[in-house]
């Protein structure tokens, strides 16, 4: 019969099983008030007039007692067909073609032609061939949600067992692929030719090839004699047996290394050892590096999560260089080591507080000895914080404590700041009236902040940082800040912002500064005791806004507008060298008994006082500039949209009317703007001294202007200028383009583990060059520094890019440091080289190498740097 998604359930159709293996019980006379034998014709009756209704395991009962056979089904079986459905009740078998569809119980089947066999409890399922004679809907087997891709299909629902031909399913993050598969229940189950890959492909691009498999489903898979076949040519590679984990939870193993030759240090074994999955949250990898010439090197990589809580990892190196021969002069040892640490903290886990950690410290030379790359050997600095931050639900307050750690490995200069404290009190208004209705008077808005600071810090370098005579350079004090301020319009269009900043220093020692006849220099003791410098200024700052717009009448620019933001600012300070206060004293300058006042707190951690009375006027103005135009992508012609011609220009100076000579301060100037969609960048500083100098280089109270007719005279600039071009992006696959069958076998190119490096394909091409000059004439002598720097990368094809970075040092006329790197998608594998031709780091590394994890030692690898060969 012709159904169109005609849908039977099970016992309707098992009803024939449950009825020809009825047994009779014993027959309660007692309650029979009928004739028994009209049990089984009312039964049929039910059957052929009522074909969707499901019977329970029951004993159906008018006269008699019935007991359900050991063979008859537990569970509900759906039958579908977009075609046909035919059922067959002389044979005890259902017919379904077309996009059959049968479920029972955890089991689900789909394929062009399925036969459901009731008495043998066997199901057989088939692909159709199409309107080309191509087979289509090919068998696809769903249980516990395991999928399994096949030719043919024959399976026992009753004793779980199955036999599968060409079978394609998915293990772990691999693919398995079996001409004949033997199903021995839900996990165990056997291969014959049979392979395994991580290629998507339903024929794979490279497999691992074994006549027999075993399929212990979820745990792993155990193969006999097995063989590499790369594009079905079988290569050399053999083993006799393979074992691999059919499941994504990480396990235990071995890190196979790889082998080479350096000039300087011998042969080699780099990168093995052993990875321990410790537990769901935390694993460790321990790998080691061992020259013949006596070099070798640790490596210790722990990665840590626990969801909703944190999350990090920790890098551990030490390695010992011994490079030469040890009879020969030219053999030196050294030893260096790294240390990096990434910890984040979910916000989640501690809404209140926050413990982070970023850690990168080690040798000042350690990339330049262990690593070839190109950003690790290129870092001229090295920066650690370790922090924990506090704050309180409805309170005011915040805390945080840092360790910190700033390092250049050019001059090995190490600066350590363990601890540094900061306690914050934010902004608090006390004379605010919160019951007021309406405006609120201009002394309500007054507010006041607290700042504390502490540190201990010292400044060294890295050969010295471990010795005791470090612990006596520490330095150390405490800061408190309390600014007070408040703003408010005057005249309705100026704002006027008055501030009141207080500052308390607190240091446990101070120094005492006395002049030395025989060196004819002062020198400082240090006198140890609570001492504290307290200073304070008032300033007051008054602003305003100025607009003007000029308006286009035709063209596609509407409109351009000038803002102008003018400022003048107002500031005093008492002169805290006055013996009031007691900060400084008169101290002898030289042989001839001249003094000047120097402070007791010069050189410490923050200062002391500052010399002199201030009482300036600060003058300022800035500038932006901005076009309207016509909208292209406005279909209805009246849309419009802003352009920044000019982000930022402005000029600052001040007059300090309480000095006795140099009363105006250097002219600064600063322009910036970002031109054509961020495409051209434009960052100008400068600075002019309004002074002339002597024929010395020192600075003359006598205005350059009078001695030369120019406003100023340039003491430093700079310009930075960034150009950024690239090629339209592509569309973005749909997601129907990216779609799969549910293991992910396709025919396409749908890549779907993600790379351990983002290589953007979308993006064409992409080049930016940056070109820096910095101008420097403080006195008489003239320094000019260039650099540009350049880089990009191209699509060649769909799956080649190739990308480039270098730079030009204008000064040494030669090329600074130059990589270019390769990549190819190969779907399954990638390949990637990098080489740098020039420069001390001369060196190349070729990778080509299976994207999956499970298989990342199937790889051909070749790094090559100095010495190497």
Request: proline share 3%.
């Amino acid at each position: 019969m012709h159904l169109n998604r005609f849908k039977i359930y099970v016992f309707n159709i098992a009803l024939l099983i449950f009825v020809s293996n009825i047994a009779y019980s014993q027959v309660d006379t007692t309650k029979s008030n009928g004739d028994s034998t009209n049990v089984l014709p009312n039964m049929l009756n039910t059957l052929k007039n009522d074909t969707t209704d499901t019977l329970s395991n029951a004993a159906y009962t008018t006269d008699t007692t019935f007991r359900v056979s050991k063979d008859a089904l537990n569970s509900q079986v759906i039958c579908t067909a977009d075609d046909t459905m035919y059922l067959d009740f002389a044979e005890s078998k259902h017919y379904l073609y077309d996009n059959a569809y049968v479920t029972f119980e955890d089991i689900s089947l789909r394929a062009g032609y399925i036969v459901v066999d009731y008495d043998s409890t066997l199901i057989h399922a088939y692909g159709i061939p199409d309107s080309t004679g191509k087979i289509s809907q090919l068998p696809i087997f769903i249980q516990a949600g395991k999928e399994y891709q096949s030719a043919e299909i024959t399976y026992n629902y009753s004793t779980k067992k199955g036999y599968i031909k060409k079978v394609i399913t998915r293990e772990g993050d691999g693919f398995l692929h079996g001409e004949t598969v033997k199903k021995i229940d839900d996990e165990v189950m056997y291969v014959k030719n049979g392979s395994f890959t991580t290629c998507s492909h339903s024929h794979p691009h490279y497999r691992i090839t074994s006549n027999k498999l075993k399929v212990i489903s979820g745990d792993k898979i155990v193969t006999g004699p097995t063989y590499l076949e790369i594009a079905d040519v079988p290569t050399p590679l053999l083993v006799p047996f393979g074992f691999f984990p059919a499941n994504s939870s990480r396990k235990s193993g071995v890190l196979i290394p790889s082998y080479g030759e350096n000039l300087r240090r011998g042969f080699f074994l780099k990168n093995g050892g052993y990875y321990f999955a410790i537990n769901d949250y935390v694993d460790l990898e321990l790998r080691g590096d061992i020259y013949t010439r006596g070099g070798w090197a640790l490596y210790g990589n722990s990665k840590y999560r626990k969801r909703y809580k944190y999350n990090g990892n920790l890098n551990i190196s030490y390695s010992l260089i011994r490079e030469g021969d040890e009879t020969q002069p030219n053999f030196s040892e050294s030893k260096t080591f790294n240390i990096r640490w990434r910890h984040t903290q979910d916000p989640k886990a501690r809404p209140n507080s926050r413990f982070t950690a970023n850690v990168d410290a080690g040798s000042s030379d350690y990339f330049q000895n262990n690593s070839y790359n190109a950003n690790d050997f290129l870092t001229n600095t090295l920066n650690s914080n370790i922090s924990y931050e506090r704050s309180w639900a409805g309170k005011p307050f915040r805390f945080s404590a840092n360790l910190k750690h700033s390092q250049n490995t050019r001059t090995n200069a190490v600066n350590l700041t363990v601890p540094e404290i900061t306690f914050n009190v934010s902004r608090l208004y006390p004379f605010k009236n919160e019951k007021r209705i309406g405006k609120s008077k201009w002394y309500e808005d007054i507010g006041i902040q607290y700042t504390m600071n502490a540190r201990n810090e010292v400044q060294t370098f890295d050969s010295l940082l471990f010795r005791r005579e470090t612990l006596d350079d520490f330095r150390n004090g405490i800061r408190h800040n309390i600014p007070i301020s408040t703003s408010f319009k005057v005249l309705k269009v100026f704002s006027f912002s008055p501030s009141i900043n207080m500052t308390e220093r607190w240091y446990f020692e101070s120094l005492s500064p006395r002049f030395i006849d025989s060196t004819n220099s002062i020198v400082n003791d240090t006198v140890s005791g609570f001492a504290r410098a307290g200073d304070f200024n008032i300033s007051g700052r008054l602003t305003t806004n100025l607009y003007g717009m000029y308006a286009f009448k035709k063209g596609k620019v509407k409109a351009i507008r000038h803002a102008i933001t003018p400022s003048i600012s107002l500031t005093y300070r008492p002169d805290f060298s006055e013996d009031m206060w007691g900060y400084y004293s008169n101290v002898q300058s030289d042989t001839l008994g001249n003094t000047r006042r120097v402070s007791r707190f010069n050189g410490l951690l923050y200062g002391g006082p500052g010399q002199g009375k201030v009482g300036s006027i600060g003058l300022g103005i800035n500038n932006t500039l901005e076009m309207k135009v016509v909208d292209s992508k406005d279909t209805t012609g009246t849309g419009t949209k802003k352009i920044k011609l000019l982000e930022g220009l402005s000029v600052n100076t001040s007059y300090n009317a309480a000095a006795s000579e140099f009363k105006w301060s250097d002219l600064r100037l600063s322009a910036r703007t970002n031109l054509f969609k961020n495409s051209i960048g434009v960052n100008y500083n400068s600075t002019f001294s309004l002074y002339d100098i002597d024929e010395n280089g020192v600075r003359i109270n006598e205005f350059y202007y009078d001695n030369t007719g120019k406003l100023g005279r340039l003491t430093n600039a700079s310009l930075a200028l960034s150009f950024n071009f690239n090629g339209a992006a592509k569309a973005a696959e749909s997601v129907e383009e990216q779609k799969t069958s549910g293991i992910g076998v396709t025919d396409g190119d749908f890549n779907y583990y993600g790379l351990d490096y983002y290589v953007d394909f979308n993006v064409p091409w992409n080049f930016n060059i940056n070109y820096n000059i910095i101008y420097s004439k403080p006195a008489l002598v003239e320094n000019i520094r260039q650099s540009i720097n350049f880089g990009g990368d191209v699509s060649l094809t769909k799956h080649w890019k190739i990308g480039f970075s270098s730079g030009y040092d204008l000064e040494n006329k030669d090329f600074t440091f130059t990589s270019i790197d390769f990549y190819r998608d190969l779907h399954c594998w990638e390949l990637r080289f990098n080489w740098v031709p020039i420069t001390t780091q001369q060196s190349y590394s070729f990778n080509i190498s299976v994207k999956a994890p499970i298989l990342k030692d199937l790889k051909l690898e070749r790094n090559r740097g100095i010495g190497d060969f």
